[in-house]
């Protein structure tokens, strides 16, 4: 026997959906036409103003993204523009870390120098022929590898590394240091001039670890006491230095 085919108006509706959805859209987007004009303009114009901050490298390549994007239809622009203005704000805006990753980061900074304080005053010790400046310089190496083991203490306890290393810049001045050793003998007055200008930069460097917010507690504690100490020192110097004249 046959069975009549079942009959279902299933198709019917989803077509009247479809075509629902279809007319609502237009509507939409017929409605929405101007704020999406206005919307595409604005990331237009934030983009721009993101691209002058940016390296030329990256302006560059964006400029011909860019000039792709202008072909794109209305409704790919607003979504392309926002995305594109906020990869922009991206690659500007600065890159967030962890507390203890700025912290590890600001005390990174300050061993540099602190290192650069203990190349600095072995320096002194091997130049000087004055036996008094030889002994106080012993005593700033030792107390500068004391600032160096404590604060890597801290370093560690924040998950990184002992920072071992110096500065370029102290690297290449102890480089001119040698070559001028060379040509002429540096008397005391040489070698505590040189032992000022490396002192004023310890203190700069605590200036700036000091204006870190992320740096706290015990850490920042023994940073503002080795501050303290490097101001003293520098004053220091600057006395036997007047006394040399």
């Known amino acids: 026997m046959n069975l009549p085919e079942p009959t279902s108006d299933a198709p019917e509706k989803a077509k009247n959906l479809l075509d ?15 704020k999406v004009k206005d919307l595409y303009d604005e990331a237009a114009t934030k983009s721009k103003d993101l691209l002058d901050k940016v390296p030329t490298p990256v302006k560059d390549a964006s400029d011909k993204a860019l000039g792709a994007f202008n072909k794109l239809t209305s409704t790919q622009k607003i979504v392309g523009g926002a995305l594109l203005a906020a990869g922009l704000t991206y690659l500007v805006a600065p890159k967030k ?36 400046l030889r002994s106080y310089y012993q005593q700033l190496v030792t107390q500068s590898q004391r600032f160096s083991t404590g604060l890597n203490g801290y370093l ?90």
Do not use: C, H
């Open 20 to 34: 629902g959805a279809t007319d609502k859209a237009k509507n939409l987007y017929g409605d929405t036409a101007d």
């Open 97 to 132: 870390k962890g507390k203890a990753k700025r912290k590890a980061a600001a005390l990174d900074q300050l061993l540099l120098y602190v290192n650069d304080r203990i190349e600095g005053y072995k320096r002194a010790v091997a130049e000087t022929k004055d036996g008094d």
């Open 156 to 245: 560690t306890a924040n998950g990184a590394k002992p920072e071992t290393g110096t500065t370029l810049k102290g690297k290449l001045y102890r480089k001119l240091m040698d070559a001028q050793a060379v040509v002429v003998a540096r008397d005391e007055k040489a070698i505590l001039a040189a032992n000022v200008y490396g002192e004023k930069w310890a203190i700069a460097a605590y200036k700036k670890a000091l204006r870190r917010s992320a740096l706290k507690g015990d850490a920042r504690a023994a940073v503002k006491k080795q501050f303290a100490t490097s101001k003293q020192t520098y004053k220091k110097l600057k006395e036997l230095t007047k006394q040399q004249a």
